[in-house]
């Protein structure tokens, strides 16, 4: 029986993990080792590590690495602490290949403990392009650290390709967040509001904001011009919480204090995929600079004013108006996402980021590929002149 050892940091990568783990259980020729770590473990950022309980996973290890700063010292110290939790866990339990998703700054910890113990790693969401976040370089250091890729579309593969990676080593599977969708029972609008605690009055605005970790401007000036849009607009506001990124705090101090000036608006560690996914389906606009607004929300034909650069190079759709930080220009890009005609124009959306069936063939590579030395061991080539040569 081969043992996939796989890694969640937050929220964020355990909707990608979910439908892998539940692959892998249904599949007698694999197990999984489940290790726990970041954002998971914090009740800062709602304990998430009940949610994978409660979906009936059995946890293999608890790897306690962030520190109670998100100060850019404290960020890098818990990439440090991780690192040697990590190391502790594949010492006691060395997995035969190890999964990982995403871009986070915890995957550096990850990659870097399981190279010692010649523990070969998949990488799920390679090859994509976050211009405005430090995440856009972790993820292409991850890349050159892992030996098997699972990528969204044909175009993050070219760009693997294009850093020298070996095509054999790179698979086009869809994102496996998206295997969720069509599965899930969703909550009813009565079912949600109560629920939330919160009777849903339309409007209905979905607001996840992050720190923009290669802005111009700090969080807190970001935060601000944000809130100081949502001011004017009338509805309901659901805030889920920001990531344990560099003045992460920031942001989550200026946004509970606007909740408590609107009888209308709520903010939420933690929302849960369910409660999450119901929103999406719900709600009448996306706000913010998350990824889910790239990725998940054209599955729901939800429009999204993405702002900023945070998300800056990636793929969207026409559901994702785009607008810099400017509070005037935020509150018409809002406007115009809330007019009945945009949300009409998006009745026909396909998400290109995947087919829902990601993760069986994700898992399909895990069993059948060979483990050995060849997979361990990498080649890179230069592709400058249409020819290959070894680097």
């Not at 070219?158 to 070996?166: F, K, P, S, Y």
């Not at 920031?250 to 939420?268: G, L």
């Not at 709600?283 to 998300?311: C, K, T, Y």
Request: hydrophobic residues 40%; glycine residues 6%; proline residues 6%.
């Amino acid at each position: 029986m081969r043992n996939i050892g796989i890694v969640t940091v937050g929220r964020s990568d355990y909707s990608s993990c979910l439908p892998i783990l539940r692959q892998i259980q249904q599949n007698p020729d694999l197990k999984s080792h489940l290790i726990v770590t970041g954002m998971h473990l914090s009740p800062e950022f709602g304990l998430t590590v009940q949610d994978i309980e409660a979906d009936g996973f059995e946890i293999g290890d608890r790897v306690e690495m962030l520190l109670n700063s998100d100060t850019p010292e404290g960020v890098a110290k818990s990439i440090g602490l991780g690192a040697i939790g990590l190391a502790q866990s594949f010492a006691h339990y060395r997995p035969d290949l190890l999964l990982i998703v995403g871009d986070r700054f915890e995957l550096l910890s990850i990659v870097s403990s399981a190279l010692p113990f010649r523990i070969p790693i998949a990488h799920v969401s390679g090859g994509d392009i976050t211009e405005g976040a430090i995440d856009n370089q972790i993820r292409y250091a991850v890349t050159q650290m892992s030996h098997l890729h699972f990528v969204a579309m044909e175009e993050h593969k070219a760009r693997l390709l294009q850093m020298g990676e070996e095509a054999w080593r790179v698979f086009v599977t869809g994102d496996p967040a998206l295997d969720s969708i069509p599965q899930m029972k969703l909550l009813l609008p009565e079912e949600l509001s109560q629920s939330l605690g919160l009777e849903l009055k339309p409007p209905l605005l979905l607001i996840t904001y992050h720190p923009t970790t290669l802005g111009a401007m700090s969080p807190l000036e970001e935060v601000q011009i944000v809130l100081k849009a949502l001011e004017q607009v009338k509805g309901t506001f659901i805030f889920t919480c920001p990531n344990a990124d560099p003045e992460g705090r920031v942001i989550t101090e200026k946004i509970q204090e606007f909740v408590t000036t609107k009888p209308q608006a709520k903010f939420f560690y933690n929302l849960g995929q369910l409660r999450y996914y119901s929103l999406l389906a719900q709600a009448d606009l996306m706000v913010g600079n998350s990824s889910s607004g790239i990725w998940e929300a054209p599955s729901f034909h939800l429009p999204v004013v993405n702002i900023g650069d945070r998300q800056r190079g990636r793929l969207r759709t026409k559901n994702v108006i785009d607008v810099g930080l400017d509070f005037k220009a935020i509150y018409e890009s809002i406007q115009r996402a809330l007019h009945p005609d945009f949300r009409l124009s998006l009745s026909d959306l396909n998400n290109p980021y995947g087919d829902a069936q990601a993760a069986s063939r994700i898992v399909k590579v895990l069993k059948n590929i060979t483990i050995d030395s060849n997979l361990f061991k990498k080649q890179f080539f230069s592709l400058s002149n249409n020819y290959e040569t070894p680097i």
